[in-house]
Nanobody, 119 residues
Framework: QVQLVESGGGLVQPGGSLRLSCTAS????????LGWYRQTPNQRELVAEA??????NYADSVKDRFTISRDNAKNTVYLQMNDLKPDETAVYYC??????????????WGQGTQVTVSS
């Protein structure tokens, strides 16, 4: 079975940094897009996503502060978050979707990791 396990969340002060990790298992992820979403009251918002070949996409609100990266050998995707803001407090979820899946948010989901930005 495909499983995604996130870690790295926690409490951080405004302007601080966190690094999230997501380790995937259960299949070969070379043809999967791995991404990070955060949960708002009405939707899961795309934060960043990456292909195994190195293509990356970011939400406009985070593109100058966050960095997504993949270690294909470890089946792990990371999200380095810098200069965090209080309104970015959320549960962050890892997602994996095959490249043939056209809809963002399709595929598999991790359990989520809580990020709290507060002084």
């Amino acid at each position: 079975q495909v499983q995604l396990v996130e870690s790295g969340g926690g409490l951080v002060q405004p302007g601080g940094s966190l690094r999230l990790s997501c380790t995937a298992s259960g299949t070969n992820f070379a043809l999967y897009i791995l991404g990070w979403y955060r949960q708002t009251p009405n939707q899961r918002e795309l934060v960043a996503e990456a292909t195994s070949g190195g293509s990356k996409n970011y939400a406009d609100s985070v593109k100058d502060r966050f960095t997504i990266s993949r270690d294909n050998a470890k089946n792990t995707v990371y999200l380095q978050m810098n200069d965090l803001k209080p309104d970015e407090t959320a549960v962050y979820y890892c997602n994996a979707r095959h490249v043939s899946v056209v809809t963002r948010g399709g595929g598999y989901w991790g359990q989520g990791t809580q990020v709290t930005v507060s002084s």
